[in-house]
């Protein structure tokens, strides 16, 4: 079988990589820049939010190993789907939440996903669903950054509010989104 890819935004993608990294049927997951007009933009462009871009995060997986599904479970859990403004300590439009979509399936099961998020919150959530359009790895630097930055890395994701906002979010919630 052949690897597929998921492509998801949830903020500083420095916090989305090591959710993902490690999962049995996960082989890579990089750090990059999606959805905007510039090619080949630098991470200082994309900071400016006139690039159009968003941080987000491309996930290399096999779906004999880990269904397009289950990523769908991880990244809910780990953003704010009520924030339309950015994610925790990061605002503007490069730190918006959303999927970005590679075929009609997987639009298909993120839709759904959305669809039962928006029911469990009472509300509709915020998150976008796009069709993923070319992806631009972040710079060296930003790659493992949890891992090669460790204590800076350790400082900023105690400092960004989001553990506290994602336990505010989700205390209490159903484990899962699957009917």
Excluded at 66 to 80: A, P, V
Aim: proline share 5%.
């Amino acid at each position: 079988m052949t690897t597929q890819f998921a492509t998801f935004a949830g903020g500083c993608f420095w916090c989305m990589e090591p959710e993902f990294a490690g999962l049995k049927g996960v082989g890579k997951v990089l750090s990059g820049y999606i959805g905007g007009q510039t090619k080949n933009p630098t991470y200082e462009q994309v900071c400016t939010g006139e690039t159009g871009h968003i941080e987000a995060i491309q996930v290399e997986y096999n779906p004999a190993e880990i269904s397009y599904g289950e990523l769908l479970e991880i990244f809910w859990r780990n953003i704010d789907p009520l924030d339309p403004y950015g994610q925790f300590a990061d605002k503007g439009s490069q730190y918006r939440a959303g999927i970005f979509t590679h075929d009609d399936e997987q639009k298909q099961l993120a839709e759904a996903s959305k669809q039962k998020a928006s029911a469990l919150f009472g509300r509709p959530v915020a998150s976008f669903i796009k069709p993923a359009t070319e992806f631009y790895p972040a710079e060296d630097y930003h790659q493992e950054y949890y891992i090669k930055s460790r204590e800076r890395y350790k400082r900023y994701a105690e400092n960004n509010g989001r553990k506290e906002r994602l336990h505010a979010v989700w205390n209490g919630k159903p484990d899962s989104l699957a009917s």
